[in-house]
């Protein structure tokens, strides 16, 4: 006698549908701490404001930061760095974040005289800049810890040869992609070199 065979009894749990609520609000939780871990640790984006570092960032050009690779390295001269106010800014009653490109390095000896810029008396080849500068500044040697920056709108760029030196712990990033307006998408690359003598 054939008999039938009863089917194993289902020992899964039933899943409770959750609500879809509740679901959503996971994900925009999960998607707010991710972008704050990444804006604060790896990378943010800035848009610039003013026309100091004219002709290479354009008014409202929108710009990617990177944060990490300073984790893990110096800045080297011809970055362009995003950095906090100084104390020197501070009491001047900066509290934004200011954009320049890294001239002199620690322990660098740095002048400016006849349109130039002398790295450790060696003129470097800005193509980048525009305009000479007008006006003379240095000699000076670069603390240990700290950098010297410039605007690429040079005669027209409060920098440090106004107020002074980057502290590094001051330095929050640097520039590596402009992503906004479309016809200026790129790579944000150009570094002074000295002139060949």
């Known amino acids: 006698m054939n008999r039938a065979e009863n089917p194993a009894p289902n020992n899964k749990p039933q899943q409770k549908d959750e609500n879809p609520w509740f679901e959503g609000l996971k994900t925009i939780g999960l998607s707010a701490i991710l972008a704050i871990g990444i804006r604060q640790f790896v990378a943010?984006?800035?848009y610039i404001p003013s026309g100091s570092m004219l002709p290479t960032l354009q008014i409202n050009d929108r710009l990617i930061v990177?944060?990490?690779?300073?984790?893990?390295?110096?800045?080297?001269r011809g970055d362009i760095v995003v950095f906090s106010p100084t104390s020197?800014?501070?009491?001047?009653?900066?509290?934004?974040?200011?954009?320049k490109r890294v001239i002199g390095l620690p322990g660098d000896k740095v002048e400016v005289k006849g349109g130039r810029v002398y790295v450790n008396d060696q003129a470097l080849r800005e193509n980048y800049i525009e305009e000479d500068?007008?006006?003379?500044?240095?000699?000076?040697?670069?603390?240990?810890?700290s950098?010297?920056?410039?605007?690429?709108?040079?005669?027209?760029?409060y920098d440090s040869h106004y107020w002074g030196f980057v502290p590094r712990e001051k330095i929050i990033g640097r520039a590596i992609v402009r992503f906004?307006?479309?016809?200026?998408?790129?790579?944000?690359?150009?570094?002074?070199?000295?002139?060949?003598?």
């Open 66 to 76: 990177d944060k990490l690779s300073y984790r893990f390295n110096t800045p080297q």
């Open 180 to 197: 906004w307006p479309p016809n200026r998408v790129g790579e944000i690359t150009p570094e002074p070199s000295y002139d060949k003598k």
């Open 133 to 145: 500068p007008q006006y003379q500044w240095g000699p000076q040697t670069v603390p240990p810890g």
């Open 44 to 46: 943010e984006a800035r």
């Open 88 to 99: 020197t800014l501070e009491k001047q009653n900066f509290h934004d974040a200011f954009i």
């Open 147 to 157: 950098y010297l920056v410039l605007g690429d709108n040079r005669n027209n760029s």
